[in-house]
């Protein structure tokens, strides 16, 4: 079977189940890219339904055109309909801390510490203070709480 004459003999049709395919397959990929290809296909699709004369040749270019076209303005369009979360730091656990106030369970010596709130460890960064005094979070620096003796 030659590859060339299975090239020519695909239909609008093609295109069409391709697009579906593609989108479906973004249910399983991150990122927002094989729906913009399946958008590509499907307008390939279509457009070869209205000129059903085109050669594989051009409906590859077409398609290539379209993919490019429609991931970048994919792109830029979701980049301009950003949502704003509610909750920004749901995915920074640390910074959820920030401004809280803790009892040092251990002093801080040297600069570094450890607090434990709940049932975590934090590593913490700041004056040395003894055992029993309050401390407040004022930052964070990766995975290390900044804190500064708090006041009552």
Same mark, same amino acid.
């Given at each position: 079977?030659?590859?060339? %004459?299975t090239?020519?003999d695909?239909?609008?049709?093609?295109?069409?189940v391709?697009?579906?395919?593609?989108?479906?397959l973004?249910?399983l990929a /991150?990122?927002?890219?094989?729906m913009?290809?399946g958008?590509a296909?499907a307008?390939?699709?279509?457009?070869?339904?209205?000129? /059903?004369a085109?050669g594989?040749?051009?409906?590859?270019?077409?398609?290539a055109g379209?993919?490019i076209?429609t991931?970048i303005?994919?792109?830029?369009?979701?980049?301009r309909h950003?949502?704003?979360?509610?909750? /920004?730091?749901l995915?920074?656990r640390?910074?959820?801390?920030?401004?809280r106030?803790?009892?040092?369970?251990?002093?801080?010596?040297?600069g570094?510490?450890?607090?434990?709130?709940?049932? %975590?460890r934090w590593?913490?960064?700041?004056?040395?203070?003894?055992?029993?005094n309050?401390?407040t979070?004022?930052a964070l620096?990766?995975q290390?709480?900044?804190?500064?003796?708090a006041?009552?």
């Amino acid at each position: 079977m030659d590859p060339l %004459t299975t090239l020519s003999d695909l239909t609008a049709w093609h295109w069409l189940v391709l697009g579906v395919l593609l989108v479906a397959l973004e249910m399983l990929a /991150p990122g927002v890219v094989f729906m913009w290809l399946g958008v590509a296909a499907a307008i390939t699709g279509l457009a070869f339904f209205a000129f /059903p004369a085109m050669g594989w040749e051009i409906q590859f270019l077409v398609f290539a055109g379209l993919s490019i076209v429609t991931v970048i303005a994919g792109r830029m369009w979701v980049k301009r309909h950003q949502t704003v979360s509610e909750q /920004p730091n749901l995915n920074v656990r640390g910074a959820q801390y920030i401004g809280r106030k803790f009892t040092l369970a251990r002093p801080i010596e040297n600069g570094s510490g450890v607090i434990v709130v709940d049932d %975590t460890r934090w590593k913490i960064s700041g004056p040395d203070l003894a055992a029993g005094n309050k401390v407040t979070v004022t930052a964070l620096d990766g995975q290390i709480f900044i804190v500064e003796a708090a006041e009552d």
